[in-house]
Nanobody, 122 residues
Framework: QVQLVESGGGLAQAGGSLRLSCAAS????????MGWFRQAPGKEREFVAA????????EYADSVKGRFTISRDNSKNTVYLQMNNLKPEDTAVYYC???????????????WGQGTQVTVSL
């Protein structure tokens, strides 16, 4: 059974930083994409960032470009999301996801973690 286990969420002040981790296990060998989505109260889940295991490509939502960085440690099957210059509007539950391709991320074809809460205060 595929497992995606997030950690690193918590409370931060505006302008501060947090780093999220997502440890993956039992992913299908052909799974190439991993990423992060988030869902704020009363809002739909939205894309944050993604990367490819096989290539060096990354993608970011416009709202986090220049502030968030997604990276990976292949040896640990772990993906990270470094979040700097946090804003109150970044408050949300952050979900790790994995899929065969970028296009499948965020869909029912992908795998999801349980989510980790990030709260940013003024």
């Amino acid at each position: 059974q595929v497992q995606l286990v997030e950690s690193g969420g918590g409370l931060a002040q505006a302008g501060g930083s947090l780093r999220l981790s997502c440890a993956a296990s039992r992913l299908p060998f052909s799974s190439d994409a991993m990423g992060w989505f988030r869902q704020a109260p009363g809002k739909e889940r939205e894309f944050v960032a993604a990367l490819s295991w096989s290539a060096s490509g990354t993608e970011y939502a416009d709202s986090v470009k220049g502030r968030f960085t997604i990276s990976r440690d292949n040896s640990k099957n772990t993906v990270y999301l470094q979040m700097n210059n946090l804003k109150p509007e970044d408050t949300a539950v952050y979900y790790c996801t994995a899929a065969l391709t970028f296009a499948a991320l965020g869909t029912s074809l992908g795998y999801w973690g349980q989510g980790t809460q990030v709260t940013v205060s003024l």
